[in-house]
């Protein structure tokens, strides 16, 4: 019994040790707000949801704390006329870490599995759509955020396609890792209506680099390509800042990642997990019935 009790104080004494050393806690999800989204549905054409069809919403989120947020998820629940709820899906906003007053888009897609009925007969019944932060942490690093924007232009091309584009210049003094770019479109009365993101831009960006990118509106249309009247851009990379970077002073423009250290989470899942598998077994296993004695010997 002691073996075991050993055993599980050792798992959860190394799960903590995780959690303070690695900088993310668990936060209040009031920390980010939701700000705008509007919905539509998957054209034939789509290249981003699971089939065409599908109901999509896509929004913006906005951190209204004082403290810099990682793993922001949200979730979509559809209701038809009478309150009915049809469908629930969820899905992370696209950012890493969230400044104070940064803002990042998310891309919710209803699929068939998402309904009730597992199919999409519901979608013609949604009246309305809400959206809520479900989950958000809190953590001590940033990404590197040290870009500028140079010359930001849009186009409308001959297949009617709204195509933004800009060269993305490294201002820091550090090599940044593959960076790519995230893209917010906007309505004439500042709601969000689309999004999109771009492959790496390049394996390494140095310092006083600089790479062109190019953004068109995910499920593009005529349709959607007639609404965006601005847009906002957002950089992430596989660099984080180290402590002499200075923040960016236009949130929508940059956000933070620790993707460059050692993926640790998996490790203390790990070990956790087979913590807990030898307690079973200490727990569980039978105990061995030692021999009986030998007879007395004969007198």
Do not use: C
Request: glycine letters at 6%; a negative charge.
């Amino acid at each position: 019994m002691k073996k075991i009790i050993t055993v599980l104080v050792i798992a959860v004494l190394f799960l903590s040790a995780f959690t303070v050393f690695s900088g993310h806690v668990k936060a209040d999800v009031s920390e980010v707000s939701v700000i705008s989204y509007s919905s539509y549905v998957a054209p034939s054409n789509t290249v981003a949801a699971l089939a065409p069809g599908d109901l999509i919403t896509v929004g913006e989120v906005m951190n209204i704390g004082s403290d810099i947020v990682s793993n922001v998820t949200v979730q979509g629940t559809a209701f038809s006329a009478s309150g009915q709820t049809l469908a629930v899906t969820g899905a992370d906003a696209f950012v890493y870490d969230m400044l104070p007053g940064q803002k990042a888009p998310f891309y919710l897609d209803f699929s068939a599995s998402s309904g009730l009925t597992q199919d999409l007969s519901w979608v013609p019944q949604v009246s309305s759509v809400t959206v809520q932060v479900t989950s958000v942490t809190d953590t001590n690093q940033r990404q590197y955020s040290d870009y500028d924007i140079q010359g930001r232009y849009n186009y409308t091309d001959n297949n009617g396609v709204y195509v933004a584009y800009g060269t993305l210049v490294n201002n820091g003094s550090q090599i940044v890792s593959y960076p790519w770019v995230v893209t917010t479109f906007y309505n004439a009365t500042g709601g969000v209506i689309s999004l999109n993101y771009t492959n790496f831009l390049t394996p390494t960006l140095s310092v006083n680099g600089a790479v062109r990118y190019f953004s068109t509106p995910l499920d593009n249309n005529t349709q959607l390509t007639n609404q965006i009247a601005a847009y906002s851009i957002q950089i992430d990379s596989l660099t984080v800042a180290n402590s002499t970077s200075s923040p960016t002073a236009t949130p929508t423009q940059s956000n933070t990642k620790p993707t460059t250290n050692f993926p640790i989470l998996p490790i203390v899942i790990v070990v956790v997990l087979i913590a807990v598998a030898v307690a079973a077994l200490l727990l569980f296993r039978k105990r061995k019935v030692a021999p009986l004695p030998p007879p007395p010997p004969a007198e």
